[in-house]
């Protein structure tokens, strides 16, 4: 039986001599190569890497800045910065339409500047105004927008439209009553068009957007009636203010 045995073992040593060793031991290790597939990386794919990094990283720049300008530390600055950029590009195309038509004969800058001024007291007053708004008639149900409206038109657009003018008068070195003059004058005409403009406007506004969209919307909006305000503000006053002391 020990014989049988041993004839067994070395039958089993002698067939994996001649068998050689098991695949599974043999085992290369190719070099890796890099790219798609396992082929060789283009030189494009590199480029294209680079690109879209860059743009993610941009795009992430983008997000943290419009985090920080519509958080509520920075949120007055970025409003009045809005006013005053969306003011001053209103008059610039207010005065090169006027040139157009011959109605002026060259750009004033020192009118767009004053422009941009009054565009950071507008902004300060509405930003406020609607952070006021929202704190004591929170919701957004249909009796509370229209409130919001009808309180909009009634209070802040005079206060506003009377602040431009007063703005712009002590910026022009005017007296209290050329100031006063000028807005019996003109003021009405500012506030005939906020009824044709602002309720449905506002109620979008007051409907859809949160509070700290809201003077950035109401800006885009407003550009078209920045063009009206500086039309109205520098067209030629009525004789009767120059007799004015």
């Known amino acids: 039986m020990q014989s049988m045995r041993c004839c067994s073992a070395r039958g089993l040593l002698l067939s994996s001599a001649v068998r050689g060793p098991s695949p599974r031991s043999l085992r290369i290790s190719w070099p890796r190569r890099s790219g798609v597939g ?21 795009l992430q720049k983008l997000r943290e800045l419009h985090a920080i300008a ?4 920075f949120l007055l600055f970025t409003n009045v910065g809005i006013s005053l950029t969306l003011s001053c590009v209103g008059d610039v195309l207010e005065q090169h339409f006027e040139i157009y038509c011959k109605e002026i004969e060259r750009f004033e800058s020192t009118r767009t500047a004053h ?31 229209a409130k919001k409206i009808v ?41 005939a068009a906020e009824w044709t403009v602002w309720p449905v406007a506002q109620f979008v506004n007051f ?17 078209g009636y920045d063009v009206l305000t500086s039309k109205v503000k520098h067209k030629q006053s009525h004789p009767h203010l120059k007799k004015l002391p």
């Open 115 to 145: 422009m941009a001024i009054s565009g950071v007291t507008v902004g300060v007053i509405c930003h406020y105004w609607y952070k006021m708004l929202d704190r004591r008639m929170p919701g957004r149900s249909m009796r509370v927008v």
């Open 207 to 223: 409907y859809w957007i949160p509070t700290h969209y809201r003077i950035f919307y109401d800006n885009i909006i407003s550009l």
């Open 151 to 191: 309180l909009d038109q009634l209070i802040c657009s005079p206060i506003y439209i009377s602040a431009f003018f007063v703005t712009l008068g002590l910026l022009e070195r005017k007296d209290k009553h050329e100031v006063w003059e000028e807005i019996k004058e003109k003021a009405w005409k500012l506030y």
């Open 70 to 73: 519509f958080s509520s530390r």
């Open 38 to 58: 396992g082929g060789e990386t283009t030189p494009g794919a590199g480029v294209g890497a680079g690109v879209g990094a860059g743009a993610a990283g941009a």
